[in-house]
């Protein structure tokens, strides 16, 4: 089973921009998270309008999420 990292999607640049140690670098805030019950609320699928364009969240049947514009 996987687990759920939200730090995890934040990584540092291979290497400094401007030179200084990658110990200088600061790690952003921490990611806000949602549970999936509270976003899909008994449901299997969901939209969301993002700049116009309509997206669908959907659960799998074996229990994945599959992102679709």
């Known amino acids: 089973m996987n687990t759920h990292n939200p730090n995890a999607f934040f990584r540092a640049?291979?290497?400094?921009a401007d030179g200084a140690q990658r110990s200088?670098?600061?790690?952003?805030?921490?990611v806000r998270t949602l549970t999936s019950q509270s976003l899909f609320q008994g449901e299997f699928e969901i939209g969301i309008d993002h700049a116009g364009s309509l997206y669908?969240?959907?659960?799998?049947?074996?229990?994945?999420l599959?992102?679709?514009k």
């Open 24 to 30: 200088e670098f600061r790690r952003p805030a921490a």
């Open 66 to 68: 599959i992102l679709n």
């Open 56 to 64: 669908r969240l959907k659960i799998t049947r074996q229990g994945k």
């Open 13 to 16: 640049r291979p290497y400094p």
